[in-house]
């Protein structure tokens, strides 16, 4: 669910983690000290939290979470801890707190001590890494397009290379980043705050980790919030989180369509046709002929191709601030005068540790389907049906060749547990689409209420300025008070 994978994705391989041996699994008092990061409040606090590497052995090695919190610095009767559950799988919750809370404290008059941490493997924490080439490591081949034509040989040979890397490095680290253990760790979490109860404000891959957490310990939720939640189907989770992304970006791409095409683009040179209804061939046409015939790029050796083009169409639909970032990429692309430039994060391979999370989650949590000629029906059916992703949301990855079985079953969230929920969803969003949503919504039942904002993007409250959307999860985590039934909040 975080897919821009750049954002997501200091390689440490096993030997350079740091674990410790034994020890009880119940969590200890937090040690809190100053750790602005850059860009952050100077207020902001860090501590390292111990946690088993494997909760079914709570007495073997252990690892850290580095967990970060800004003090609530409203009146005295405030409503206790708000933990921020980062996206992904990869994301830092830190991170995430330096940049993004300031103004969640803002929005809640400083009411909660704002909590959140960087999952296994990812930032500050105890991480291990699969030793991963660079060109494994590189964007365009960790999410893994089909070559032209839907060709997936090549997709084949490095899914199967990167499944034997984490197999033979990875170790008990990697074996252990999952859905499962990260809600384990959380729990582990609330204890050392000393809190009987938590509020919990998921985002993205991060509702799906909330909505487990209150499956899982519902007596031990306050007021929850999922922002921008996927299909929670036990019997797929990430396989369904990827193929879902195919519809959703049809469902989003109009948007920029009406964007690119109004004549107020006409003062950037920005405009790319002068109907809405013709930039979506026109972007499709020229990957086929970047397929058929790469651009050289201000890069050596790293030419602009029909895949470049496609994934920096899905990194630019998360967000309205990213369309004219696209116009001018797709205009210089098209003026055989120029020498286009590679979108920024293309050029270098991603970290080890990150490109190894990411993967390993996605493969642990679940048993993906082995059948490699299964996968190239799927991509090719794909590429008919979604051309804007050219059958990358079906294509294999290494979870096919994965050497063990999850040892989790997935967690089936059902309407089970206190009515105590709030879903916020875009309409149109290219990464958590708003048909996912609704599955995870009908599994709620009367546990969750829903507010649809209008709206295209990934990611909703606080990030695209509609006001009935923020003020419902403001006055929810303020006062507790739901709307009495789904409601929908205009553009």
């Not at 199967?160 to 490095?169: G, T």
């Not at 979108?343 to 679940?366: E, H, I, K, Q």
């Not at 294999?396 to 999850?406: E, G």
Request: proline share 8%; with cysteine.
């Amino acid at each position: 669910m975080k897919h821009q994978l750049a954002a997501l994705l200091g390689a440490l391989t096993l030997g350079a983690t740091c674990l410790t041996a034994a020890g009880p699994a119940s969590a200890t008092a937090l040690s809190w000290q100053p750790c602005a990061q850059p860009g952050g409040p100077d207020a902001q606090q860090c501590a390292d939290l111990s946690v088993p590497v494997d909760h079914r052995n709570p007495h073997g090695a252990r690892l850290t979470l580095r967990v970060s919190r800004l003090v609530g610095d409203g009146p005295a009767a405030r409503r206790g801890t708000l933990l921020v559950v980062p996206g992904g799988p990869g994301g830092s919750g830190v991170e995430s707190l330096a940049h993004n809370g300031p103004k969640l404290r803002e929005a809640l008059h400083g009411a909660y001590d704002l909590v959140s941490f960087d999952p296994r493997g990812t930032g500050a924490s105890t991480a291990a890494g699969c030793g991963l080439s660079a060109a494994d490591r590189d964007v365009m081949n960790l999410r893994d397009w089909p070559g032209p034509g839907g060709d997936i040989r090549d997709s084949v040979a490095r899914s199967r290379r990167i499944a034997d890397a984490c197999a033979r490095n990875g170790g008990a680290v990697v074996r252990g980043y999952s859905t499962a253990n990260e809600v384990r760790d959380i729990e582990l979490l609330r204890q050392a705050l000393g809190t009987a109860k938590l509020s919990m404000y998921g985002v993205s891959y991060g509702t799906y980790v909330t909505a487990v957490y209150a499956q899982e310990h519902p007596g031990r939720t306050d007021r929850v919030v999922l922002d921008s939640t996927d299909d929670p189907d036990p019997a797929r989770v990430g396989r369904a989180w990827t193929a879902n992304t195919a519809a959703a970006a049809d469902e989003r791409f109009p948007d920029f369509a009406r964007w690119a095409a109004d004549p107020a683009r006409d003062r950037d040179g920005l405009r790319l046709a002068r109907h809405a209804a013709d930039v979506r061939p026109q972007v499709l046409a020229l990957a086929d002929r970047l397929d058929r015939t790469p651009r050289a790029t201000t890069t050596a050796h790293r030419p602009f191709t029909g895949n470049v083009l496609r994934q920096a169409v899905q990194q630019a639909l998360f967000s309205d601030v990213n369309f004219p970032w696209l116009a001018r990429l797709v205009k210089s692309v098209e003026d055989p005068r120029t020498t286009p430039a590679l979108p920024a994060g293309y050029t270098t391979p991603m970290p080890d540790r990150d490109a190894s999370v990411f993967t390993a989650t996605l493969c642990n949590d679940v048993r993906w389907p082995r059948d490699v000629r299964g996968y190239a029906r799927a991509v090719a059916a794909d590429r008919v049906r979604h051309p804007l992703t050219a059958g990358q949301p079906a294509n294999i990855t290494p979870c096919a060749f994965w050497h063990t079985a999850p040892a989790d079953e997935p967690v089936r969230i059902t309407s089970h547990g206190p009515s105590d929920i709030l879903m916020l969803q875009n309409l149109r969003d290219p990464a958590t689409p708003y048909f996912g949503a609704l599955r995870m919504r009908a599994a709620l039942g009367d546990r969750a209420r829903l507010v649809t904002v209008d709206r295209g993007g990934h990611g909703s409250y606080l990030a695209n300025g509609n006001a009935c959307g923020d003020r419902a999860v403001t006055e929810f985590l303020l006062t507790g008070h739901r709307p009495a039934a789904d409601t929908r909040c205009p553009a």
